[in-house]
Structure formats: structure tokens, C-alpha cells
């Protein structure tokens, strides 16, 4: 008995133990080769890696991009028309997503561009979208950029209320330092 209590001691200190010589995975490796799959025609492959990022909470840059990657893939992917609402679906929703201020140029630029893309893509086919839903996408897209300059305006605004307020708030905050300087000096003297 006690030959097999040291033997599977001995096993169980041989054994690697949980999370050791298992490599942790890299999301910006992955996504990486994400990107690398996308460029090289792999749409399926880099959907399903960019789906897995997009879902990472942890790194929500990464996530927001992984995002923008698997739109473009699913609009890629995209061959009937169900495909590409569901491609342009998720556009709008990383369009929803992204802030005002990105560190380099804005991809949102081609937006209102997709719709057209889908409809000019192919001469012989007819077109993925019809005249109407083309307008239709088109005006969503202006109304977003619409609401998003509104929003940036009403920002600003408010910093530059709070910027008075805070002007405000210190000036009479000097004043009452003040009368209460002026009211000590008045008890002194009286």
C-alpha cells in the first residue's frame, strides 16, 4: 500500500501542472493572424478569429478592431442579400461603437460608400440591393455622422460651461474669503 501512495506521489509531482507548458494565447498574435488570413482571401478563418477577439474584454481596443475585421469579412464573405444586411449590420454596429477620435484616419469614411459598392460590384448579377434599400442605408449612415457632429457639439458645449462654472464657483469662493476677512477685521475693530 504504501509502494502506490509514493508511486502516485511521485507521478503527481512529475506531472505538469494546470496552465504549465500550455502556451497562453496572444490576442495580438491572433489577431495578427487575423489581419494576414483577411489579405489572403482566408474570409472564413479570419471571421472566426475576429469574432473570438471581438468578444475579449480585457483589451477593448483590440476587441473594437477585431470588430472592424470581422465586418469586413462577413461583407466580404457576403453572397446573397441576407448576407450582406448581415454584413453591413455589423458595420453599423462597430460604426456605433468606435469614438469620435480615432489615432489615425477613419475608416467609418467608407460607409456610405458600401451600399453603392454592393449595388456596382458586378455588372453581370444583378445587384445585392435594390434602389430602395440603398437609400435606405445611405440615409441611416447620414443620420449616424448627423447624430455624431451633434453629439461632438453638445460636448463641447459642455466643457465650456463647465470651464465657466468652475470660473464661477472659484471667484465666489474668493468673495466669501473676502467678507469673511472684512468681517473679522470689523469685530476687531469694534
Request: aromatic share 8%; hydrophobic share 40%.
Given at each position: 500500500m504504501l509502494i502506490l501512495v509514493l508511486g502516485l506521489a511521485g507521478c503527481s509531482f512529475f506531472a505538469p501542472r494546470p496552465g504549465e507548458g500550455q502556451q497562453q494565447p496572444d490576442p495580438q498574435a491572433d489577431y495578427v493572424l487575423a489581419v494576414d488570413s483577411?489579405?489572403?482571401?482566408?474570409?472564413?478563418?479570419?471571421?472566426?478569429?475576429?469574432?473570438?477577439?471581438?468578444?475579449?474584454?480585457?483589451?477593448?481596443?483590440?476587441?473594437?478592431?477585431?470588430?472592424?475585421?470581422?465586418?469586413c469579412a462577413r461583407l466580404a464573405m457576403a453572397k446573397t442579400?441576407?448576407?450582406?444586411?448581415?454584413?453591413?449590420?455589423?458595420?453599423?454596429?462597430?460604426?456605433?461603437?468606435?469614438?469620435?477620435?480615432?489615432?489615425?484616419?477613419?475608416?467609418?469614411?467608407?460607409?456610405?460608400?458600401?451600399?453603392?459598392?454592393?449595388?456596382?460590384?458586378?455588372?453581370?448579377?444583378?445587384?445585392?440591393?435594390?434602389?430602395?434599400?440603398?437609400?435606405?442605408?445611405?440615409?441611416?449612415?447620414?443620420r449616424l455622422a448627423g447624430c455624431q457632429e451633434e453629439s461632438g457639439k453638445t460636448k463641447d458645449l459642455l466643457r465650456r460651461k463647465t470651464a465657466e462654472a468652475e470660473a464661477l464657483r472659484s471667484q465666489l469662493n474668493a468673495l466669501e474669503r473676502l467678507h469673511q476677512e472684512i468681517s473679522h477685521k470689523k469685530k476687531g475693530l469694534e
Open positions: 483577411y489579405l489572403a482571401g482566408q474570409y472564413e478563418k479570419a471571421a472566426s478569429i475576429f469574432q473570438r477577439l471581438a468578444g475579449d474584454v480585457t483589451a477593448p481596443v483590440l476587441a473594437r478592431k477585431a470588430y472592424f475585421g470581422l465586418a442579400p441576407e448576407d450582406l444586411h448581415a454584413g453591413l449590420s455589423l458595420w453599423n454596429t462597430w460604426v456605433q461603437m468606435t469614438p469620435e477620435s480615432l489615432p489615425s484616419e477613419d475608416p467609418r469614411l467608407i460607409t456610405p460608400l458600401l451600399p453603392r459598392l454592393a449595388a456596382s460590384s458586378s455588372q453581370s448579377s444583378p445587384p445585392l440591393l435594390s434602389g430602395v434599400e440603398i437609400d435606405r442605408e445611405l440615409a441611416r449612415s447620414q
